[in-house]
């Protein structure tokens, strides 16, 4: 997770990008995937190194099961952090937050890859 944000903030900082647009595709989440210790470093994680560097997160094709998880773990959000998460229906209903234009072709069809380097985050 690290390794890829590093390379996500390198890569925006060249461009003079402040914020990120995440953007989670929650289809195969299931019970095993409930790992609040995991969940509760990953934010602390966020929060201690990555500050405002959020913009949004877009959570997309999230099942009924993940919705008793998010219940738990937002306690650990700020308010403002909150304020930027979107649940989502599915990938078809994303262009009424994001044009599709400017959307990764890696969305629509994970057998793709632009950077080799991203390949590392699959």
């Known amino acids: 997770m690290i390794y ?41 994680t966020l929060v201690n190194y990555y500050p405002e ?11 009924a099961i993940f919705h008793g998880f998010y219940k738990i773990i937002q306690r650990w959000l700020y308010p403002r952090t909150k304020e930027k998460i979107r649940f989502v229906p599915g990938k078809i209903h994303i262009d009424e ?17 632009s950077d080799p380097e991203l390949e590392r985050c699959k």
């Open 4 to 44: 890829c944000l590093e390379l996500i903030c390198d890569a925006a900082d060249r461009q003079n990008i402040k914020d990120m647009c995440i953007i989670l595709d929650l289809n195969k989440f299931g019970v095993t995937d409930m790992d609040y210790a995991l969940a509760k470093t990953g934010l602390k």
């Open 53 to 63: 560097r959020l913009g949004a997160l877009y959570m997309i094709n999230t099942p």
């Open 97 to 113: 937050w994001i044009e599709t234009g400017v959307l990764p072709p890696q969305l629509f069809d994970p057998s793709l890859t």
